[in-house]
């Protein structure tokens, strides 16, 4: 749960408890929790990311789950991502091959 508070001096604290916004996620707990080992990510023309989470099992490769997002929500998610696990991946230099001579 967020919330969210806008205090100023004057204010005490039933007022300040007044200005509380609440959002909850509600949740179906009914959605099983899945294993995945491979994502896969493609974008599409128009700008739609379809990603797909896949697994291995003994029985062989199994697709989990299939998610479509806006390119725009897929970058806040890596964004976010990036700081949860405080890791920030450096830019991929492009390769330069020279032809022998």
């Known amino acids: 749960m967020e919330l969210i508070m806008a205090v100023t001096k004057k204010e005490d604290k039933a007022q300040v408890k007044a200005k509380i916004i609440k959002k909850q996620i509600l949740a179906d707990h009914s ?39 806006s390119k725009k929500n897929i970058e806040k998610f890596v964004e976010v991502a990036c700081e949860v696990l405080n890791y920030y991946p450096s830019p991929k230099q492009e390769k330069v091959t020279e032809l022998p001579e």
């Open 31 to 69: 959605l099983k929790a899945l294993w995945a080992d491979d994502i896969q990510l493609a974008l599409r023309d128009d700008d739609i990311c379809f990603i797909r989470f896949s697994t291995h099992l003994p029985e062989g490769y199994y697709e989990q789950c299939r998610i479509m997002l």
